[in-house]
Every structure is written in C-alpha cells, then in structure tokens.
C-alpha cells in the first residue's frame, strides 16, 4: 500500500500560518503525503498582506502536469490562484480529474482583510472553476462575491446563498459562518441530497490565521485517506475537519506567533506549545 497523497495549489505565506504552509502542516498532521504547486509569492505576516509576486499561468500549469505524469493523487485542495488567467489553466488541467476529488477554498481575501484576488478572477472562478470542483468552501464575504449579492449578515442566510452557489456547478458547497459572530459558529453544507447545518461553539481567540486554508486541506487529507474521489456523502469528512480545525483554533494562541493575527495550532495534538 502507497502513502495516501494530496496536492495543494496555492499561494505561499512566509509566516506559516496560511497558503501552501499551513496546508502542507493540515496533510501531515491527518496522515497523507502532501505535494505543492506554488501560484504566487506573498509578502505577509500575521499582521497583513504587503505584496503578492504571482507565478505566470503557463508555469502553473506546468508544475501541474508534470506532477500529474509521476504521482499519483488522491485529492487535491485549491487556494490562492489570484488571476484569471491561472484560475483558467487549473480548470484545463483539472478538467480529466487527474488529481481526485477537488476542494476549492476561493481565497479572494485574507483574515487582515486584504484583498487577495484580482476582480476579473472571481467571474473566473464562477464560470470555469465552481464545474469541475467537488466541494467549494467559501466564507460570507466570498460566497456573495461569487454570487454578486449582499454579504449575509445572519445564519438564516446561508441555506439560500449555498444552494444558489450549487447551482452554479460544484458538486457540493460548505459555506462558511464565521464571519457572522454569535456563541456559535455555523457552517451549511449544501448538496443535490439538500442543506445540513453543522455547529461548533465559537473560539475566542486572536489565532485565526489560516483558518479557511486549514479547514479545505483537512478536508482534502481526509478524502485522500479514502482513495475513493468524491464521496457519495460530503457530511463526515466535514465533521472531522471542522473536529481537527477546533482543536487548533484552542490551541493557537498558546505558539505565541506573531503580534496580529497568529496562527491555528496544526500539530495540537502531537506537541505542544
């Protein structure tokens, strides 16, 4: 038996917390292989964003393809593409499914507030990207991008703004509450079967860091481990990473990263701070 493998498409973040870090640090920590292709340098810390170097489409695809013709993977999580142009490029090469099941967490901005993606890539994203993408995990403010609405301001919202993102063409849509405040954070997971809601209590807690990042690559590790594509029911993986991502939110502060937003805790459970 193989090592079960994941693949992260995303930007890289020096300070660790986020991007093609903290997805590597997710895949490790719930057991599978991770392997990367890098679509931009980042300049930021825990604090903000101060620059972004994106890597030419061409060259995206490139590390795409030449991974795809050696290794074999088993589910592969999108982050940061940052352009139209590269957002484009992954859909032609994810179009046969070389790479498993697809996650897309749509990074259009960052915990500092950042903004994270030119405007041009979002109608990308919407058009060519939602197809061929198993499970997209977008929070409240890149739900209503993609979807040109208002941002919800309540959790009653999210069961309608998912299942018009569905109709866009993912397979499934986990739309993220966060954002909304509250004793509790609600996430709503829509697919053809209908809309589940799933809780947990909300982490006071400056380590944020990452979270969106973190929660999609659990997700990938945990189809990955499975070997199987798409499941037929998107609810455990789900569960089990927001389970994993919970754990690290109450251990995050305890690293003492950084003097902004620090970073979740990705190895909570194997050491501690």
Known sequence: MTAAVALTVAGSDPSGGAGIQADLKTFSALGVFGTSVLTALTAQNTRGVTGVHPVPAEFVGEQLRTLFDDVAVHATKLGMLGSADVVREVARVLADRPGGAVVCDPVMVATSGDRLIGEDAVDAVRSVLLPVTDLVTPNVPEAAALLDVAPATRAEELPDQATALLALGPGAVLLKGGHLGGEESVDVLATAAGVVRTRRPRVTTTATHGTGCT???????????????????????????????????????????????????????????
Do not use: K, N
Request: charged share 15%; proline share 8%; no cysteine.
């Open 215 to 273: 929660l999609s690559s659990a997700i990938a590790a945990l189809v990955a481990r499975d070997r199987a594509g798409a499941p037929a029911d998107w609810a455990p993986p789900v569960e089990a990473a927001r389970d994993y991502l919970q754990a690290a939110l109450v251990a995050g502060e305890s690293l003492g990263v950084g003097s902004g937003h620090g970073p979740v805790h990705h190895f909570a459970g194997w050491w501690p701070a």
